[in-house]
């Protein structure tokens, strides 16, 4: 089961796995092919793996993102709290979102969004796309969609619905 989480404004959520695997062939090959997508370079932490084109953007992306993991997955008694993803949680940094709509397949317009890959009772991949050149990227857009993948440790056999994991995410 994949459940990919989208912003307020942007796609309902999907709950189709060749959505995914269509997903996941767009971004690989944006991380494969650098003339789609300019050189890619990794940036690691104990909980994400970030994907970026800036390593200033990329570092304050990680530091912001692992103090919003902690703060959320204590705010809502999540697993998360008490160890490290397995698996990391991949962010991808699109420099523009015309890059983000070329490998993913949403609109230009987009500012991210996050996926969950589950596997039974387990989450197998998380994974969230971020337009870098939105104004809000650090203080809103990343709070928002990591708070998703925080959420979704707690909600794994029966996602939320979508009210209440989007009622969540804002108050991140």
């Known amino acids: 089961t994949v459940v990919e989480r989208t912003d307020a404004d942007s796609v309902a959520p999907k ?22 997508a300019g050189s890619w370079q990794l940036h690691e932490t104990a909980n994400f793996r970030i ?14 993102a692992e103090s919003v993991r902690a703060t959320q997955a204590k705010r809502w008694s999540s697993p998360a709290a008490q160890r490290t993803w397995t698996p990391r949680c991949d962010i991808y940094l699109y420099p523009t ?21 589950v596997n039974g009772n387990r989450i197998v991949a998380r994974k969230i796309h971020l337009r870098a050149d939105h104004a809000q990227m650090r203080d809103a857009i990343l709070p928002h969609e990591v708070t998703h993948v925080v959420v979704a440790d707690l909600f794994i056999a ?15």
């Open 15 to 36: 709950l189709a796995s060749r959505t995914q695997r269509a997903l996941d062939t767009n971004v690989r090959r944006a991380v494969d092919e650098p003339a789609a």
């Open 51 to 64: 994907f970026h084109h800036d390593a200033r953007l990329a570092e304050a992306a990680a530091e912001a």
């Open 97 to 117: 979102g015309e890059m983000l709509a070329q490998a993913t397949g949403q609109p230009d317009t987009s500012p991210g969004f996050s996926a969950m890959e």
């Open 158 to 172: 029966q996602p939320l619905p979508r009210w209440a994991d989007e009622g969540i995410a804002v108050l991140a």
